[in-house]
């Protein structure tokens, strides 16, 4: 039997209705375009997160924390936004920020200008304060916001500016206002990481119990891995395959079928191809371990490869 014979007999094999392919992969999102994604919506949460120009300490002083997080919350009081977590480092600062009314590009726009406004003239400086405009992660309120809450807290403690066990005390992270309700600004909310650390309860109880979960996560690598704390950073969103799939057919229905989405869409794409690859592999009634084991040349594999190539722009590489 020739290679070509046996594509086109597995290919009848692990194909699927046109139906079924269609909502399993979507070659429109391919795009050669640099900007990155900027998706709004009205109560997204979103991981934001800058670090000063050429990574300088713009943080190096106390006085500019305090600047930054009253900027912070004037962009608050004008957005409406919501932060459920909050770190700042020497050189860079992290956010979990929630936008009730769809206007995060408007509010960083306004939030970061400022801050950079008041920084440069403060110091008589000029030019710009941050590296480039900013990075934000769209983020699952169900799976990803909690993960990443605390992610962000235990900054410090990755960092080694503090232990886990002074870390609530550590004055630069929204750790310290979850466990004192008293220094609270209105615009903050807890509830996503008490949430999620149990089902716990905004009570002195409840918070001490968050502690002993985060100092239990310090430790527990296998957790941290779970949780995805490598991801917290890469790519454009935080959150499940289901969930990246949803966002992906959303932006898609908005730019219209024919069009490319605009933006890192990378981790969507490669989360579609391998849901793809996963029901072919079940058709053929193979796993990943054969996909490994054997070689690239068997005819199964040859006629997967034909069937991904063709419904998808993955390539072999």
């Excluded at 949460?45 to 190096?60: E, P, S, T, W």
């Excluded at 750790?175 to 600004?185: D, G, V």
Aim: glycine share 8%; charged share 25%.
């Amino acid at each position: 039997m020739t290679v070509s014979e046996s594509i086109s007999r597995y290919d009848l094999l692990v194909s699927l209705d046109h139906s079924e392919a269609e909502k399993s992969c979507a070659p429109s999102l391919v795009s050669g375009m640099a900007r990155k994604l900027r998706v709004e919506a009205e109560g997204g949460i979103y991981h934001v997160l800058n670090r000063g120009n050429y990574r300088a300490d713009i943080f190096k002083l106390d006085g500019t924390k305090e600047a930054f997080l009253k900027c912070l919350g004037e962009t608050c009081a004008k957005t409406g936004w919501r932060v459920q977590a909050w770190c700042l480092m020497s050189n860079h600062y992290h956010l979990a920020v929630e936008t009730p009314r769809a206007n995060l590009v408007e509010g960083m726009q306004w939030f970061q200008g400022t801050f950079s406004t008041r920084f440069n003239r403060l110091r008589g400086e000029r030019g710009h304060l941050f590296q480039g405009r900013y990075k934000s992660l769209v983020v699952d309120p169900a799976d990803g916001l909690g993960p990443l809450c605390h992610y962000i807290h235990l900054n410090p403690v990755r960092a080694r500016l503090c232990g886990v066990a002074q870390v609530p005390e550590w004055p630069w992270t929204g750790l310290r206002w979850l466990m004192q309700p008293k220094l609270r600004p209105a615009w903050y909310d807890p509830s996503g990481a008490l949430e999620h650390a149990g089902g716990l309860k905004d009570t002195p109880a409840g918070r001490r119990k968050y502690c002993e979960y985060v100092a239990w996560l310090t430790e527990d690598e296998p957790a941290q891995k779970e949780q995805r704390f490598a991801e917290m950073s890469k790519g454009w969103l935080i959150g499940t395959v289901e969930f990246a799939k949803a966002m992906v057919k959303e932006q898609q229905a908005l730019a219209g079928e024919d069009q490319p989405l605009p933006g890192d869409l990378r981790a969507a794409q490669e989360a579609v191809w391998h849901e793809l690859l996963a029901k072919l592999l079940k058709r053929l009634k193979r796993t990943p371990a054969d996909v490994a084991n054997e070689g690239k040349s068997v005819a199964w594999k040859l006629a997967v490869a034909a069937t991904l190539k063709s419904r998808t722009t993955v390539t072999n590489r």
